[in-house]
T-cell receptor
């Protein structure tokens, strides 16, 4: 089944404890992206990757890192999480930036205490 | 002012009604997306438009590039259509690589 998976789905952590949210797609998509969703602010793009070893900042990259060593994986790294990073995170992929459908992962609800 | 504005923010309808959700944007775009977010949180892509009109089942999406406006229509609405509908645009300034989202329209369809 074609899908985007994220792990973990739920995470409660404490300020400053490094964490990684994994994202994997099995559709051989070139483009992958991370978004966060907050009440009243909607979805905002954090980072995106147009292919292996090619990543770039979105609208809200501060406090996040990403890597794209393999086509299928695009992990989101929070080196020192803070409470303002409490949010719902979505990973998405598409064949390329110009094609139609973005496939979204199920979301990761992160709480930073 | 946000680059992408949706209206209305909230919409309540009776089953069977025709529904319209609007999206206006202020930048040059290469494409516009309509997304549906289910009550459980999952997001599904409904349409991508660069011109004209697309139809899928009871859903119709239109775009007017000159007026920088798009509409999502739902015919014969049903309670299962209750969801948040989100408009997103790919700006030409970023070569289509970034998406900017509206805040979403919460639709509730009552039986």
């Amino acid at each position: 089944e074609a899908q985007v998976t994220q792990n973990p789905r739920y995470l409660i952590t404490v300020t400053g404890k490094k964490l990684t949210v994994t994202c994997s797609q099995n559709m051989n998509h070139e483009y992958m992206s991370w978004y966060r969703q907050d009440p009243g602010l909607g979805l905002r793009q954090i980072y995106y990757s147009m292919n292996v070893e090619v990543t770039d900042k979105g609208d809200v990259p501060e406090g996040y890192k990403v890597s794209r060593k393999e086509k299928r994986n695009f992990p989101l790294i929070l080196e020192s999480p803070s409470p303002n990073q409490t949010s719902l995170y979505f990973c998405a992929s598409s064949p390329s930036t110009t094609t139609d459908t973005q496939y979204f992962g199920p979301g990761t609800r992160l709480t930073v205490l | 002012k946000n680059e992408v504005e949706q209206s209305p923010q909230n919409l309540t309808a009776q089953e069977g009604e025709f529904i319209t959700i609007n999206c206006s944007y202020s930048v040059g775009i290469s494409a516009l997306h309509w997304l549906q977010q289910h009550p459980g949180g999952g997001i599904v892509s409904l349409f991508m438009l660069s011109s004209g009109k697309k139809k899928h089942g009871r859903l119709i999406a239109t775009i007017n590039i000159q007026e920088k406006h798009s509409s999502l229509h739902i015919t014969a609405s049903h309670p299962r259509d209750s969801a948040v509908y989100i408009c997103a645009v790919r700006s030409v300034e970023t070569s289509g690589s970034r998406l900017t989202f509206g805040e979403g329209t919460q639709l509730t369809v009552n039986p």
